[in-house]
């Protein structure tokens, strides 16, 4: 007999699947969305081509630098509660930077949009990863998020161009809020107030605080390179300080008398740290690879914002198809497995890339790889969080999740800083087709070997599994919302 439709005693798996799904929709958006703006936004404020860079390590060092403790605020303050913050302020920050008149303005915009991901993602994948267990209705619920997060970067890209060559770039920051305005809507009918899971002390603030500048240092240290060889006094006493901040979080993590922001044990688990590292290089790769194709289609190619945005649509929807088929066949392949086939196709279809030319078409220098790299991609979202938050306690859910997310972005931004640097150097002084052509294919080339290294990772690190068994395929039927 059911006595209340609250959370803890009986999630209703389908609202908050309709909730983890928005959210998703959300973050994803705005990772691809501004991408093909870029020169654009440039023009508009006065960024300079290194500076440019800015916008994306703003976003991604806030959000991975801080996503652990927003897992642990999820797991501590309740997951609505938490959520509904993030959300508040991804917002707030979005209309605050379609409101930027000088370039800080929008780098602290995007940072603010950062922290609010930080805290909503894990939050919203914590709620995903409790409500479906095991089995057959988690792969379905995977699926369905990488489905999500593929639809995201195929809207991103195209509402994006349309956006920045018939409105104003500005509106590729106005965008998000009457989305977020129906996110925060569906989470506040969709999600009941459960119970804190997290009994400890208080989150460990300073933690967060040492990850996020030390990354940012790290990052920084690196872009400069363009300035200051890396033998220079300068690169040395930034890369110095990186190493030091990073020591002391961890210095902290282990003797801290607060809730550490991740029990450094969980790095024990092969299934954390193999899937973790995983995620980072395919994060390093994928978001060089996505500033490089923006640039090369309009700075190289002369193609128009709009048109850009079209042509990044097949690689989302491949991402898509292979989000949907990675759901069909995890029924019969273990996870590890489709990550193995999926860092090697994507890893193809960059290495494709990396034969771009000045005078490229668009069927064989970015449909042909668009297709191979996107469905490996596809293939690879859902296992590699179904890895990384299965073998994990429920009260590490939310940490778990965080730190998946975490490796993700601070993946993003020392890609795009280790990629970008060398593919500036590889164009040199002068930029003229060839040169940036000659640069960006370098760097796309480098994100192919990234993705060969995922993969021998996921088939050296990770743990022979099993696909779902005929069991646990019954036993999912008691989560699935019941039908009328």
């Known amino acids: ?55 994306i390590h703003a976003y991604a060092l806030s959000f991975g630098g801080l996503l652990l403790l927003g897992g642990k605020a999820a797991d501590r ?86 956006l920045t060559e018939y409105v104003s770039w500005r509106w590729v920051m106005f965008v998000n809020v009457p989305i977020v305005a129906c996110a925060l809507a569906l989470a506040w009918r969709g999600i009941a107030a459960g119970p804190r899971t ?40 930034t890369l110095a300080v990186a190493a030091v901040l990073l020591a002391a979080f961890i210095y902290v993590e282990r003797t801290t008398t607060r809730e550490p922001l991740v029990r450094l044990g969980l790095f024990v688990n092969r299934s954390v740290a193999g899937a973790n590292a995983y995620n980072l290089l395919v994060g390093a790769a994928m978001a060089a690879s996505f500033y490089f194709m923006s640039l090369y289609l309009q700075r190289v190619l002369g ?15 491949g991402v898509v198809a292979g989000a949907v088929l990675a759901v069909k066949l995890g029924y019969r392949l273990a996870p590890r497995t489709l990550l193995v086939i999926g860092g090697l196709l994507t890893a193809t279809g960059f290495a494709w890339f990396g ?64 990629l970008g640097t060398a593919a500036h150097h590889r164009t040199g002084l002068i930029a003229t087709p060839e040169t940036l052509t000659d640069g960006y294919a370098f760097g796309l080339t480098l994100g192919a070997a990234l993705l060969a290294a995922a993969a021998l990772i996921a088939l050296t690190v990770l743990r022979r599994t099993s696909p779902p068994s005929r069991v646990e395929r ?10 009328d």
């Open 1 to 55: 007999m059911l006595k209340s439709r609250r959370f803890e005693p009986g999630p209703r798996p389908g609202l908050i699947l309709a909730v983890v799904a928005v959210v998703q929709l959300t973050v994803s958006l705005d990772l691809s969305v501004v991408n093909v703006g870029l020169p654009q936004i440039a023009a508009g404020l006065g960024f300079s081509a290194v500076g440019l860079t800015w916008l």
């Open 77 to 162: 303050y309740g997951r609505k509660r938490v959520l509904l913050l993030g959300l508040g302020l991804f917002g707030l920050a979005s209309l605050v930077g379609g409101l930027a008149q000088v370039p800080g303005h929008l780098v602290a915009a995007r940072a603010a949009q950062g922290i609010g991901a930080a805290a909503l993602a894990p939050a919203a994948l914590a709620l995903l990863t409790e409500t479906f267990p095991t089995g057959k209705a988690r792969v379905r619920a995977f699926g369905v998020w990488s489905a999500m997060n593929a639809a995201g970067g195929a809207l991103g890209v195209l509402m994006g161009g349309l």
């Open 198 to 237: 997290a009994r400890g002390g208080r989150p460990d603030v300073l933690g967060a605080v040492l990850a996020t500048a030390g990354m940012t240092l790290l990052v920084f240290g690196v872009v400069r390179t363009d300035q200051y060889a890396w033998t220079s006094p300068v690169t040395l006493t």
């Open 303 to 317: 193609t128009g914002p709009a048109l850009t945005g079209i042509m990044f649509l097949p690689f989302a929807f």
């Open 355 to 418: 034969l771009i030319s000045p005078d490229g078409a668009f069927i064989t220098d970015v449909l042909g790889p668009s297709i191979i790299a996107s469905v490996g991609f596809g293939l690879c979202l859902g296992p590699v969080v179904s890895i990384a938050t299965g073998g994990v306690a429920p009260h590490e859910a939310g940490t778990a999740s965080g730190l998946l997310n975490s490796s993700r972005q601070i993946g993003a931004s020392l890609g795009l800083a280790a």
């Open 474 to 483: 019954a036993d999912d039927r008691e989560l699935l919302p019941a039908r």
